[in-house]
T-cell receptor, first 116, second 106 residues
Framework: DTGVSQNPRHKITKRGQNVTFRCDPISEHNRLYWYRQTLGQGPEFLTYFQNEAQLEKSRLLSDRFSAERPKGSFSTLEIQRTEQGDSAMYLC??????????????FGEGSRLTVL | GQQVMQIPQYQHVQEGEDFTTYCNSSTTLSNIQWYKQRPGGHPVFLIQLVKSGEVKKQKRLTFQFGEAKKNSSLHITATQTTDVGTYFCATGKLTFGTGTRLQVTL
């Protein structure tokens, strides 16, 4: 399977715990994006990498959220001290490099987080 | 910041009827993309529009980019049950619209 892979697919945690999600993009894609989506809403941009460099981060993103892409391949999204409002689907997408900011995004199946 | 609104939020049609969703931005866009998300699925890329006034067709789907590059539309001719899902526009600044959920019944 050469698509975008995310795991775990589901995570249930108690409020205050830390969680980490992993995304493996399509291998030749330089760009990697994280989005959050709640029921009935569109994907909300969180952050984006080009290779290992984190180029943009949403101003709405709490300091409890951190993302890394240390070797320019897979990425992790960590949420510290989770809150019930963090419950959502966390989507990862990748895109081949281009001269413009945007290009076709290939999304993974997502990681669903439930905070009790 | 950039805001992208879509109308309608929801539309229910009978199979064979046409459907249109509109995307409006508060700022001029460099390009716009459209995605489809099936219930329980993830967004899937449909098309990207770049030029002012551009019109592109994919079988029964027609996409249009406004002359002022601040709005776009997606029109589906003769809907089928396979068209069910939520349609999102997305701007070059990685902002997704609010989405239009389409329900098609026989």
């Amino acid at each position: 399977d050469t698509g975008v892979s995310q795991n775990p697919r589901h995570k249930i945690t108690k409020r205050g715990q830390n969680v980490t999600f992993r995304c493996d993009p399509i291998s030749e894609h330089n760009r990697l994006y994280w989005y959050r989506q709640t029921l009935g809403q569109g994907p909300e941009f969180l952050t984006y990498f080009q290779n290992e460099a984190q180029l943009e981060k949403s101003r709405l993103l709490s300091d409890r959220f951190s993302a890394e892409r240390p070797k320019g391949s897979f990425s992790t999204l960590e949420i510290q001290r989770t809150e019930q409002g963090d419950s959502a689907m966390y989507l990862c997408a990748s895109s081949p490099i281009g001269h413009q900011l945007s290009g076709e995004l290939f999304f993974g199946e997502g990681s669903r987080l439930t905070v009790l | 910041g950039q805001q992208v609104m879509q109308i309608p939020q929801y539309q229910h049609v009978q199979e064979g009827e046409d459907f249109t969703t509109y995307c409006n931005s508060s700022t001029t866009l460099s390009n716009i993309q459209w995605y489809k998300q099936r219930p329980g699925g993830h967004p899937v890329f449909l098309i990207q529009l770049v030029k002012s006034g551009e019109v592109k067709k994919q079988k029964r789907l027609t996409f249009q980019f406004g002359e002022a590059k601040k709005n776009s539309s997606l029109h589906i001719t003769a809907t089928q049950t396979t068209d069910v899902g939520t349609y999102f526009c997305a701007t070059g600044k990685l902002t997704f619209g609010t989405g239009t959920r389409l329900q098609v019944t026989l």
